[in-house]
Each structure stands twice: as C-alpha cells, then as structure tokens.
C-alpha cells in the first residue's frame, strides 16, 4: 500500500500497529476515532479540501438524494419561517403511521432517530442492558447517560457478524438492544426470528428495541411491525438515511400507545423544525421513489462490492443495506483512511465499533461515477 512514515503519523497511530483501536464505548474521544461519519467540516479543516469537493462514503445515505418534491416543499417551508412549526406534528404522525401501516397513536416523532432513542432511554432508566455489538454507539451512550449497565453480545468475526438471534439471552436485563439491518455490518435478521427474541424477553421480563434505521433498503415486509405493534417492543425507525433527509433529522418510534402517549408527554415541544416537517410530508407520500431508491441501491451495492472483492487485500462483507463493510487483510484502517482523505474520499474508520479493532472501514453506496473513484483511489492505495 502506498504509505510512508509520514502518513503514518499523521493517522496518530505506528505502521502495522493497533494503537488507537476503538474502546467499543462509541464516544469520539475513544482514541481518537469519531464515533459517527459524515464530518466533511472537520475534513475540510485537516486535509484543505472544500467539503463540497470532498466525497463522502463514510455517511451512508440514499444514493439518489432528495426527490424533487422534497425539495420543493423545503423552499417552500421558507415562507413561513416567522411562524412556530405544527406543535406535535399530527399531520407529519398521520403519515408516518400510514407508511408503516400502525396508528397515529403508537408513533412518537423525533429530530431524528437518536432524539427518540435517548428519550426512550430515559422513560425505561433500565438498570441492566444488553447490546448486540458491534453496533451503533448511541445505544450505550443514551443507557449510560440514565446509570444503566451495559453489557455486549459480541457478534462473531468468523461468520461474518452474521447474528444467531438464538444466542441472544435476555434473563436478567431489563433492555435489549438489536440493530436491524445492522450498522456496520451489514446483516440481518428475519422478522420471525426477531418475533421469537421479543417472546423470549417477555418472559424474561425485558424490553426489546428494534432499530430499522436502515430496513427501507431491505424490504418494509420485513419489518418487526408487520405482525402489529406489541408490548415491550419499541421500534426505532429513521427518514434521513432511506430519503436522504440527514440535515434534517427526522425519526420516529414505535411503541404500544400507552407507553407511546407518555413518552410524547416528555418531550419537548416543537422539537421538529418546519423545514423537517415539510421534507417528511413530501417524502412519505412517495411510494415510488422507495421503492426505485431500492432497487438502484441493491443494483449499485452487486456492482461495488464485486469491485471491491477483486481489489487484492479488501474484503467486502455481504450487506443488505446501503453499505459495505470491508475488512483489510493488512493495512491499518486508520492509515487508509488517512490516505484517502487525501485525495477527498472520506470512508468510515471503524475502530469505534466495539469488536472491530483496526482492520475494518464501511463504506457507502453511492452513484455510479462516485464509486468508480473510490475503487480507482482504492486499486491505487493497494498495488
């Protein structure tokens, strides 16, 4: 790989060393790493490159960008930017819960999916939790924040990270934690066995969240909530990854609307912005858009993963989603990363990830020309 000693210091860590590696506790300061992708202002800043030149692959949104509409209704939203937004979001609810085929009553908007995740955490203060990881940080730092203890069921490098819901044991945790399809790896677990795992922490006495960030770009039939919403389930659903709203912050859970009605009650009101709430409007009344977002991102994710598998050195794990992760058979991922930040191609170094350690980056889906750059700066970064 081409890297020289300086580039190696400037990544913070030794050639072929693990110095650095994540702590699996997700915070930006384990390290080093961010515990989140998508910072072109900080590439900006270290590598002198204009973000709107830089292309980023370490934020994993659609592909295809804002639909028109969605657009047309943000300009629009302008107008009344004097006036407060709709104070709890009925209209906005009306058709979250019609795209997701539940009730109004059993959705409580968030200023994205983090918002929801966090208050959900404080209305359970679980004492003990379970994490399926690696994972997405947010889980623990939210279950922290309110005390709780969390413990991981770490996800098994030898089968992919490929996740046997039967390994989960939910006796003796008052929360579990299962993202799906899960971030960074990829994988995925059918709804009959996420059902089975929801029966399992009912008799255990255990919450289950079900984060679906990313489920649009599997099948919506697969959703946890195709059987109907169920007590002691609580689904996390997000609207910037799958309509490309990631500015906007825009998520919702999904809980028994017991449990939903007081967790609104908590929240602050008008925590959705006007310009969010017009985005979500246009967005969730376009069928067709999903559902081509769909298949264009299952068409760009064939052609960039075997792309990447015949690139010496990379292995692109199978994904059902709108990322790759890739594990390096030698090359420190902190030091490609730095490399291709370099020449403006910004990946996801993930040893933040719990269990990941420094030898694996994620990288988004993107358009065509997009990912023919990335494959070109990545055959040069391994010749």
Request: hydrophobic content about 40%; proline content about 4%.
């Amino acid at each position: 790989m081409i890297i020289d000693d300086d580039m190696s210091e400037r990544a913070g860590i030794g050639v072929g060393s693990g110095d650095g590696a994540g702590t699996g506790t997700g915070d930006s300061r384990a390290g080093g790493v961010p515990a989140h992708g998508g910072r072109r202002e900080d590439a900006e800043r270290r590598f002198g490159i204009p973000k709107e030149e830089l292309l980023d692959f370490s934020a994993s949104i659609n592909l295809l960008g804002p639909s028109p509409s969605v657009m047309a209704a943000v300009r629009s939203a302008a107008v009344d930017l004097h006036y407060y937004p709709e104070e709890g979001a009925g209209e906005f609810t009306r058709l979250v819960a019609d795209y997701l085929g539940v009730l109004p009553d059993e959705i409580v908007p968030g200023n994205g999916s983090i918002e929801v995740i966090y208050w959900l955490a404080r209305a359970l203060t679980p004492r003990r939790v379970l994490i399926v990881e690696p994972t997405f940080s947010e889980y623990r730092r939210a279950c922290e924040a309110v005390g709780a203890d969390c413990d991981s069921l770490m996800l098994l490098e030898e089968e992919n990270f490929i996740l046997d819901a039967g390994r989960i044991e939910p006796e003796g945790y008052d929360l579990v934690f299962l993202c799906n399809p899960n971030n960074p790896t990829g994988g995925f677990v059918s709804r009959e066995s996420v059902t089975a795992l929801w029966k399992r922490c009912r008799e255990a006495g255990a919450g289950l969240v079900v984060d679906e960030a990313f489920i649009d770009f599997k099948d919506s039939e697969e959703s946890a909530l195709y059987y109907g919403v169920r007590e002691g389930m609580y689904v996390v659903r997000s609207f910037t990854k799958s309509h490309s709203l990631a500015g906007l912050r825009l998520g919702c859970l999904v809980a028994e609307a017991g449990f939903a009605g007081k967790l609104r009650a908590m929240m602050p009101p008008w925590n959705l912005n006007s310009f969010a709430l017009a985005a979500g409007r246009a967005a969730l009344t376009e069928w067709d858009y999903m559902e081509l977002s769909r298949r264009e991102n299952a068409d760009a994710r064939a052609r960039l993963r075997a792309d990447l598998a015949a690139i010496p050195g990379i292995e692109p794990l199978p994904s059902v989603t709108n990322f790759l992760l890739c594990r390096l058979e030698e090359e420190s991922s902190a030091m490609l990363a730095e490399w291709l930040g370099w020449q403006g191609i910004l990946v996801r170094d993930c040893r933040s990830f719990a269990g990941l350690g420094d030898r694996y980056v994620r990288v988004a889906v993107r358009g065509e020309r997009d990912n023919y750059q990335l494959v070109a700066a990545l055959r040069k970064a391994f010749i």
